[in-house]
């Protein structure tokens, strides 16, 4: 259990690589000295003294582009030691990233004052940032999400040449550029707040827990719990994730500091490195959904809802149980399916030792919950609590931290945000586009008039605006615009209004998984080798508790909002409902199904979902019926949908 991984390691044998220039010499401790500056400036606005959100975006996104340029060079080429011509390059692009910070930073005030009487060099500096972030897009998660910023770029530019569905008002190059530089709709907008802020600071969280050993902890006890079970570190990726994401909030941070452990451990007993990663990244979006912090729209659903958080986190638990079952159970298919076993004993922690050596890591969180509960900020909470594993560190001679073991934090939690941090720059390009041009509110506008008061209609039409939004809008974003549109149309179907953001809020999750911006994926593939777009769409299969566990809230008592025993009978029917799923979705149960027993698992789930009790018995019965053919009558070799061949099982 000692093997584990330091940073997010370079996407390598599946498609597009991620090159890393070995950093020595001057250029390390240059690296090392602005990765220390970012990770103390998150800290001090976090905890000390917040700046303005254009100043703290400014400084963040500055920081991380050189960080980005100097740690991920230009071509494959690139990535020697000494200072070639490709080096020389990257030393261009760190001036001028340097160059565009400053001038927001020292500018910002005339800019507010002259707002549309822009200038020459506004517009120079304005195109120089763009080019920049698509540039460092490129070289970090590869062009797919760099070829989509461009292309909503030329669509805002050409929208007047569209088609009459899709055109909206001309707009200048002037305005484009100046919208996403100099305001905060654009590159600057809320994807990268969010990543500038809470995101980052838990990210340095985790950092500061893998330092001193606290990750080690929650990995090793995920183990000590899973770790001999069929696909062991698959498992123990699932319950780690639900540990930390309970306490994280973010996908992304949740992938960084789990994924760096739980993915190489699954690519060591034999999961192709695309599959970890999709375990990896759908276990993580679980985290989101998790109590008792779930992320930024959690908060945002209480103060839309005016409802206390503590009913958000009680309301809330049941559902995100469900998900992880659904997400373990394709893990466990997966496992039999490829026939993966667990660790030997000899290869896994003790049970006791682990939590003797590792129980004070239990304050951090406990303290994380207390100021949360009490209504801090994310950012002040996340302060709170890397301070608190620096103090609770000291208490153990083997966990203390000395200042080698605080500058590696630093340093690590900075290059474990670059990722983060450019893809939601990125993002911010779209989501600049999208407001300017008016198409997001177009399409979700349009999905959700296509319902026509049919509520499953409008949840799966929202199911459908979510996918589009997840393309290009960060979870918290996408559950904003998708509350505001369609939140009231579900109201007015008669579905409670905690209940319509809570779907809502689930459907924006899918943003984290979706391709082709699916950033929890691209996070998960850089630590696991893997070609991003494989293991996005490896991730949005194996979560598609997303969006069978949203239509069970609208119609059944899920969110504990009914008569005591009809929410115990929803929820014990929905959980089988989504074992017999998940087996439906695999072909597998205790072995790969025949074609009857396929049709019966699906048949089975879907009268599970339903809400009278007799299609809930119906479809527990033939449940149990492949449940018994499975184990004591039919073994089968799948060969597809057709020409099944059936054969009696053997006698051993």
């Not at 659903?301 to 049941?318: G, Q, R, S, W």
């Not at 399409?443 to 008039?449: A, E, P």
């Not at 025993?565 to 017999?580: C, H, M, P, Q, S």
Request: some cysteine.
């Amino acid at each position: 259990m000692e093997e584990s991984v330091k940073e997010p390691q370079a996407a390598e044998s599946e498609g597009f690589k991620v090159n890393k220039r070995k950093l020595v010499g001057t250029v390390g401790l240059f690296v090392t000295v602005i990765a220390v500056s970012l990770s103390l400036f998150q800290l001090y606005t976090a905890g000390i003294r917040p700046l303005t959100a254009i100043y703290q975006r400014s400084i963040h996104l500055t920081l991380i582009l050189i960080l980005t340029f100097l740690i991920f060079p230009v071509t494959k080429r690139g990535d020697k030691t000494r200072k070639d011509i490709f080096f020389w390059i990257d030393v261009v692009f760190v001036l001028l990233a340097i160059g565009a910070g400053l001038y927001i930073f020292l500018n910002y005030g005339s800019i507010m004052e002259r707002q549309g009487d822009w200038t020459r060099m506004d517009l120079f500096w304005g195109c120089i940032a763009t080019l920049l972030v698509l540039e460092a897009c490129r070289r970090t998660i590869g062009p797919v999400m760099s070829i989509i910023g461009i292309i909503f770029i030329l669509y805002a530019y050409f929208g007047p040449y569209m088609p009459d569905a899709l055109a909206h008002r001309p707009y200048s190059l002037e305005r484009i550029v100046t919208l996403l530089y100099l305001t905060t709709e654009g590159i600057f907008g809320l994807p990268l707040g969010v990543a500038a802020t809470f995101v980052f600071i838990f990210v340095l969280f985790g950092a500061f827990l893998e330092k001193t050993g606290g990750g080690n902890f929650f990995i090793n006890l995920a183990y000590a719990l899973t770790g001999r079970m069929t696909g062991g570190p698959a498992k123990t990726a699932v319950l780690a994730s639900g540990f930390m994401g309970s306490v994280s909030g973010s996908a992304i941070a949740n992938v960084v500091t789990t994924g760096t452990f739980t993915i190489p451990m699954m690519k060591k007993i034999g999961y192709k490195p695309h599959v970890a990663g999709a375990v990896e990244a759908a276990a993580s979006t679980g985290g989101q959904l998790m109590p008792p912090i779930m992320g930024a729209g959690a908060f945002l659903m209480a103060e839309f809802t005016n409802t206390p958080y503590i009913h958000i986190i009680k309301v809330a638990l049941v559902p995100a149980i469900l998900y992880y079952l659904t997400v373990l159970f394709f893990v466990h298919f997966e496992a039999k399916k490829m026939g993966f076993s667990g660790l030997d004993k000899s290869q896994l922690p003790k049970l006791g030792e682990t939590i003797k050596g590792g129980l004070h890591f239990l304050i951090p969180l406990g303290v994380l919950i207390y100021v949360l509960v009490n209504n801090y900020s994310p950012m002040m909470a996340g302060f709170i609590a890397v301070v608190s594993v620096f103090v609770v560190s000291m208490i153990r001679r083997a966990t203390r931290m000395n200042l080698k073991d605080v500058i590696g934090a630093l340093e690590l939690g900075a290059k474990n945000a670059i990722t983060v941090s450019i893809a939601c720059a990125a993002a911010g390009i779209v989501v600049g586009m999208v407001s300017l041009t008016g198409m997001g509110l177009k399409f979700s506008s349009f999905v959700v008039s296509l319902s026509h008061g049919i509520p499953l209609l409008a949840i799966l039409l929202i199911g459908l605006a979510s996918l589009v939004l997840g393309m290009g809008l960060p979870v918290t974003a996408s559950y904003i615009v998708l509350v505001i549109l369609a939140g009231p149309a579900l109201t007015n179907m008669g579905i409670a209004l905690v209940t319509a953001h809570m779907i809502v809020f689930w459907y924006s999750q899918d943003a984290n998984v979706t391709p082709p911006v699916s950033l929890a994926s691209f996070a998960a593939a850089g630590i696991a080798g893997a070609n991003p777009m494989r293991c996005a769409f490896a991730s949005w299969k194996i979560a598609k508790g997303l969006y069978i566990i949203p239509i069970i809230m609208a119609y059944q008592p899920l969110l504990l909002n009914g008569p005591f025993w009809e929410v115990v009978r929803t929820i014990v029917f929905a959980a089988f409902g989504l074992i017999a799923f998940t087996a439906f979705m695999e072909a597998y149960l205790f072995h790969r199904t025949n074609l009857i027993e396929w049709v019966l698992l699906g048949l089975a789930s879907l009268l599970m979902f339903l809400t009278d009790l007799k299609t809930d018995i119906i479809g527990g019965v033939l449940f149990a019926v492949v449940i018994f053919t499975q184990k004591f009558v039919w073994k089968e070799e799948w060969q597809g949908i057709l020409g099944m061949q059936w054969r009696r099982p053997s006698a051993s």
